[in-house]
């Protein structure tokens, strides 16, 4: 028997084992490609929703369901440098990000009663990326990863 750590309990190679196993995370691990993917995924699920939406306060409440979801698969991959992802990869990320945008922001101009309520959604889905920081975002381009 050999004793782990401070406490007085004592374990078997046998238990260490079967803790070991008990507290292993099963899921795979996902290449920085396929978070992007998954996040490229749920932004333009997100974005088609907005956009069939016809009143601001529906579309609102759209983007408010799933804005933390979005904002954590976002969080995962927007420190990714160079070498972690693919040139393609790069690519689509920059056209899934202006494609969104557009159909989120495009509805200010479509329904002048509600213009300002979709601004606000407008702003707070740009927001997420960073947009009134990224240089870049006055050339009307995406934010890079």
Known sequence: MLTWGCGDKKSSSKDRDKDEQDTKDDRPILTMDEKF????????????????EKSAAGATKIWDARKVSLRKRYD????????QVTEETKTKFGE?????TTKVCLKISLDATESASFKKLCDDYTALFG?????SAAKGAAPSP
């Open 131 to 135: 947009v009134e920081d990224d240089p």
């Open 76 to 83: 995962a991959i927007k420190d990714a440098r160079g070498f």
């Open 96 to 100: 899934n990000v202006t494609a969104c």
């Open 37 to 52: 993917e998954l996040f490229m995924k749920e932004n333009s699920e997100l974005a088609d929703l907005i956009e069939k």
